[in-house]
Antibody, heavy 122, light 108 residues
Framework: DVQLVESGGGLVKPGGSLRLSCAAS????????MNWVRQAPGKGLEWVSS????????YYADSVKGRFTISRDNADNSLYLQMNSLRVEDTAIYYC???????????????WGKGTTVTVSS | SSELTQDPAVSVALGQTVRITCQGD??????VSWYQQKPGQAPLLVFY???NRPSGIPDRLSGSSSGNTASLTITGAQAEDEADYYC???????????FGGGTKLTVL
């Protein structure tokens, strides 16, 4: 089965750091662009970052640019999100999501993980 | 604020047809994708591109677009269609993805 499983969420103080991971299985990970999307409690979806299949192109939302870093390890079928200088407003469920093609920034995301919860609070 | 605008809430009688809309200037240049999200679940892609419905999505859900407005139409709404629906697309700058604020669909 095609599957994405996020991990690494937790409670962190403002200004702290976390590294999220997304383990992919059931498909050729290296053939697909990948995305991170978040959802604050009771709020809508917010795109965070995207990366092409071989990391040639990377994009970030303005709200996280300079603080978050997306990366991937195709040999390990894994996607990562390094989050630094965390703020209270970064509190959300973080989903990794696959783009259904190598193209990036289409907004198309056909496979989603169940998400990992990040809480930023003092 | 979102560059894609959706009505916050829409209701439809069981078995009737409902259209959920998404407006934004970027839709004149880029295709929209539609997602269904039920409470406590991850979003589910239900329609994307010019005319693409992922496998397993019932054909009573369909998408269309004209000018700066995209629509998701549910023909013969069922109780299981009650959910939040989000649109997304590339933004006007071309270097970001943007989501609409979401529409809560109630099936009466």
């Amino acid at each position: 089965d095609v599957q994405l499983v996020e991990s690494g969420g937790g409670l962190v103080k403002p200004g702290g750091s976390l590294r999220l991971s997304c383990a992919a299985s059931g498909f050729t990970f290296s053939s697909y662009s990948m995305n991170w999307v978040r959802q604050a409690p009771g709020k809508g979806l917010e795109w965070v970052s995207s990366i092409t299949s071989h990391s040639n192109y990377i994009y970030y939302a303005d709200s996280v640019k300079g603080r978050f870093t997306i990366s991937r390890d195709n040999a390990d079928n894994s996607l990562y999100l390094q989050m630094n200088s965390l703020r209270v407003e970064d509190t959300a469920i973080y989903y990794c999501a696959r783009a259904p093609s190598p193209r990036i920034l289409t907004g198309e995301m056909d496979v989603w993980g169940k998400g990992t919860t990040v809480t930023v609070s003092s | 604020s979102s560059e894609l605008t959706q009505d916050p809430a829409v209701s439809v009688a069981l078995g009737q047809t409902v259209r959920i809309t998404c407006q934004g200037d970027s839709l004149r240049s880029f295709y929209v994708s539609w997602y269904q999200q039920k409470p406590g679940q991850a979003p589910l892609l239900v329609f994307y591109g010019k005319n693409n419905r992922p496998s397993g999505i019932p054909d009573r859900l369909s998408g269309s677009s004209s000018g700066n407005t995209a629509s998701l139409t549910i023909t013969g709404a069922q109780a299981e269609d009650e959910a939040d629906y989000y649109c997304n697309s590339r933004d006007s700058s071309g270097s970001h993805v943007v989501f609409g604020g979401g529409t809560k669909l109630t099936v009466l």
